[in-house]
Nanobody, 127 residues
Framework: QVNLVESGGGLVQAGGSLRLSCAAS???????????MAWFRQAPGKERDFVAG????????QYADAVKGRFTISRDNAKNTVYLRMNSLNPEDTAVYYC?????????????????WGQGTQVTVSS
């Protein structure tokens, strides 16, 4: 079992920045580096959308078109933590942001590929 806890959400004005963190723990604690990590977001009444993903080593990353150039995903395997740096935020980025982990997702951009999820953290961007 992998436990994920997100933090760092909040209220920010358009154009501002936030950094989300996701700390992993559990009986597979020592195997954190064996998991692909991703961030998804879900706005009210909408589906859960892929935001960004990062490979086990951290060398490979993927981004949704809507956030390319503004968001950066990174991980620190020594700290069992993945981050999402969000710059130039706009009201369309308002959502609950979820951290997800999976050992070998076939399609990393699809939420149903992930078995482990955090509880989510709210990000609200005011205009």
């Amino acid at each position: 079992q992998v436990n994920l806890v997100e933090s760092g959400g909040g209220l920010v004005q358009a154009g501002g920045s936030l950094r989300l963190s996701c700390a992993a723990s559990g009986r597979t604690f020592s195997g954190y580096s064996g998991y692909v990590m991703a961030w998804f977001r879900q706005a009210p009444g909408k589906e859960r959308d892929f935001v960004a993903g990062i490979s086990r080593s951290g060398e490979s990353t993927q981004y949704a078109d809507a956030v390319k150039g503004r968001f950066t995903i990174s991980r620190d395997n020594a700290k069992n933590t993945v981050y999402l740096r969000m710059n130039s935020l706009n009201p369309e980025d308002t959502a609950v942001y979820y951290c997800a982990a999976e050992s070998s997702p076939v399609n990393p951009g699809h939420w149903y590929e992930y078995d482990y999820w955090g509880q989510g953290t709210q990000v609200t961007v005011s205009s």
